[in-house]
């Protein structure tokens, strides 16, 4: 058999300690022979080409949007930082429900900025050309 003599060091290359993993080589491009057959699940071949990546059938969710946490700078705000991030002031002050007073409110503070509430809409008004003048 022919291949890269592995050995607990390395590749055999001389190296001791060299450290790179079967993987790492086969990574670059390096070319691994006898492995495989024994140790595997029954039926399994050993070789590579054995392998076959399966479909999934059902798309992969796309995880909800989160909150972020938000560190109020020097002169901003609260309607500054709502608008910036797309939320109403009211939006931004019920997931902030420490803050009594919006006016009072300083530099370094933490804030909770909500996910914007905003939908597409249910149905989308007509497409094309404008309407013809009369």
Request: with cysteine; aromatic share 4%; net charge neutral.
């Given at each position: 058999m022919s291949g890269i003599p592995l050995t607990s060091t390395g590749?055999?290359?001389?190296?001791?300690?060299?450290g790179v993993s079967?993987?790492?080589w086969a990574a670059?491009?390096?070319?691994?022979?006898?492995?495989g057959g024994g140790g595997g699940p029954a039926g399994a071949s050993g070789s590579p080409s054995a392998a076959v990546a399966s479909q999934s059938v059902a798309p992969t969710a796309v995880?909800?949007?989160?909150?972020l946490v938000y560190t109020i700078k020097k002169n901003e705000t609260l309607s500054k930082i709502?608008?910036?991030?797309?939320?109403?002031l009211d939006?931004?002050?019920?997931?902030?429900?420490?803050?009594?007073?919006?006016?009072?409110?300083?530099?370094?503070?933490?804030?909770?900025i909500p996910v914007p509430?905003?939908?597409?809409?249910d149905e989308f008004g007509?497409?094309?050309?404008?309407a013809a003048s009369q």
């Open positions: 590749f055999g290359c001389g190296c001791k300690g060299d079967v993987f790492a670059i491009g390096g070319t691994i022979t006898g492995l995880p909800a949007p989160t909150a709502a608008t910036a991030h797309g939320i109403t939006e931004l002050l019920a997931a902030n429900p420490q803050i009594k007073n919006p006016n009072k409110i300083v530099e370094g503070q933490q804030i909770t509430q905003s939908s597409a809409p007509p497409s094309g050309s404008p």
